[in-house]
């Protein structure tokens, strides 16, 4: 493992990104953040801007517009950078599959790391994500 | 000094969905917005007139997370506004207790989300807290903590066991003196009084000229309300207030907010001691040809649902407006002449849920979206000149 990931994977910094989700998993993410679930607690840390983040999480269908702007945000990013894609939408477009709007499922857009589904996944299921996701690419 | 443009959005920390808004700033004092939106259309009304009247209910509750009970709650009542049919008793309590905690947890979010602009974050953590025993009240009532899927057209899906009841009551007791806590809190606090009054204030005139809707118009001195208008569910059944203050600041908005919970709590509880017996589904059949509306008050205003049907199993055209729609313009009236530090509050203050508010996108054949509100405006004045010019030429 490289010096890069190593130091990451101690404490991950995730951006939280929406391409068109119905706020669901959105709010479920911040959920984490409060007193029951605090993931804070484990060196997890929201940023709020894109060039400090380590982890991207991606919410929702992915619909045209966005799909240029998850583009330039994921170049901007600073690599390695792991991606996870949390809820339904985002890992097979689940109810929006007809969608005139929701042309491809994020990994067709971006390399996708870890799949958390559920619709919303619940805040235990998003945490055994972020734990998968450092087991997956060699950490403690 | 010149005009300076900041651009907030469309993916901005403050922001929990791409939306891009544009401040024009003449040093401190904002003075002119523009919104552009579409970051979030993902075809739902295209969808549901695809899907049977039974699906489509699923869909229409992810146009939104947070009101995931007022869609299609007024989607079903749209559905049983095309043929008379009766409702049972209990399936419009179970209904109405559904809603009410809805609304509890959705305030209970915006108010932790103001805090959370305000640099508050005590207020945050607590009101997130206190949610977390509102929506575990929902799960044991249905199963789910968001999305609860209880609604189906004529009637509800789940039934709520008997013994389950006394646990609910017992956990909506346990919040209360933790939600007086919080009013106290906002409603004592000097900085918040300093901070907040006198804010992005709508004045009874333009809550009415703009028809803003639920807590934004409340807090305006508009007595509207579509669960005391025109009754619906259960809520004829009890009594309880509709919370109307004078002021039209984002103080005020915050306490119609805040003071809204208790009697929702109130409510959940007469409705959890007095659920009626009998069927929870009336079993449509087949739905005939005709068109209903149905409209339910969210906990951000009236969600307003349209269905026509043709007498297949599913809907012709079904249109749906989410009550930021009405209230997202109100923003223009109140921020323009405010700072741009108060800004952000100002556009909180209205609890904007853009993903509801989505319907409609417009594309050119380069696949990019460029059209804004003015752009909209333009092409519907052009279309209007061009109408006026073949009927003086006829």
């Not at chain 1, 939280?16 to 709010?27: A, E």
């Not at chain 2, 007791?173 to 009084?193: C, E």
């Not at chain 2, 069927?279 to 269905?307: L, Q």
Request: aromatic share 8%.
């Amino acid at each position: 493992m490289s010096l890069k990931l190593k130091a990451l994977l101690k404490s991950p910094w995730v951006f939280h990104l929406s391409t068109g989700s119905c706020n669901n998993c959105d709010i479920e993410i911040l959920d984490c953040l409060t007193p029951r679930f605090d993931i804070e607690r484990f060196g997890m840390l929201l940023v709020g801007s894109i060039k400090h983040a380590d982890v991207l999480l991606v919410t929702g269908s992915c619909n045209r517009m966005s799909v240029e702007r998850l583009k330039v945000l994921y170049d901007q990013v600073p690599k390695p950078c792991l991606v996870v894609a949390v809820g339904t939408c985002t890992g097979s477009r689940g109810l929006f599959i007809d969608s005139y709007n929701c042309p491809v499922p994020l990994d067709k857009i971006i390399p996708v790391d870890v799949y958390i589904p559920g619709c919303p996944p619940k805040p235990e299921a998003m945490i055994a994500g972020i734990v998968k996701l450092i087991q997956k690419v060699g950490g403690p | 000094m010149g005009k300076t443009i900041i651009p907030i959005g469309p993916y901005h920390p403050l922001l929990e969905e791409p939306e891009l808004f544009t401040l024009t700033v003449d040093g401190e004092t904002v003075v002119d917005i523009d919104m552009r939106m579409g970051y979030n259309h993902r075809g739902i009304e295209k969808l549901s007139e695809g899907m049977t009247f039974e699906n489509s209910t699923f869909v229409v509750e992810r146009i939104c997370g947070i009101c995931s009970t007022s869609h299609p709650f007024a989607y079903t009542r749209a559905v049983e506004d095309i043929f008379p049919m009766v409702v049972s008793m209990r399936a419009k309590y179970i209904r109405t207790i559904i809603a009410e905690g809805e609304r509890i947890h959705s305030h209970l979010l915006w108010l932790g989300l103001a805090g959370h602009f305000l640099g508050y974050n005590t207020l945050y953590m607590w009101a997130w807290k206190l949610r977390e025993e509102i929506l575990d009240v929902m799960e044991i009532l249905s199963g789910n903590r968001n999305s609860y899927a209880m609604f189906k057209p004529g009637g509800v899906r789940r039934d709520i066991k008997t013994e389950d009841i006394p646990i609910c009551i017992k956990k909506i007791n346990s919040i209360l003196p933790t939600l007086n806590m919080l009013k106290k809190a906002v409603i004592d606090d000097p900085v918040l009084h300093a901070r907040l009054k006198g804010i992005g204030v709508l004045s009874y005139q333009d809550a009415i000229d703009f028809s803003a809707l639920g807590p934004t118009s409340r807090a305006s001195g508009v007595a509207r309300d579509a669960r005391k208008d025109s009754p619906y569910g259960a809520y004829q059944e009890m009594d309880w207030n509709m919370i109307v203050t004078q002021n039209g600041d984002v103080f005020d908005k915050a306490v119609v907010r805040i003071l809204e919970m208790f009697e929702a709590a109130k409510i959940m509880k007469y409705c959890l001691n007095n659920l009626p017996d009998g069927e929870i589904d009336a079993k449509i059949k087949d739905v005939p040809p005709g068109e209903g509306i149905g409209h339910v008050e969210a906990p951000r205003g009236e969600t307003f649902h349209y269905v026509k049907s043709d007498g297949t199993n599913r809907p012709v055209r079904h249109k749906v407006r989410a009550p930021t729609f009405m209230n997202l313009p109100t923003y223009k009236a109140t921020v323009i002449g405010q700072t741009i530090s108060d800004a952000t509050i100002i556009l909180a203050a209205i609890d904007p849920c853009y993903c509801c508010t989505e319907r409609v996108a417009v594309k050119n054949d380069r696949g990019k979206m460029l059209y804004n509100g003015q752009d909209l405006v333009g092409l519907s004045r052009e279309k209007t000149e061009k109408i006026r010019r073949r009927m003086v030429g006829r």
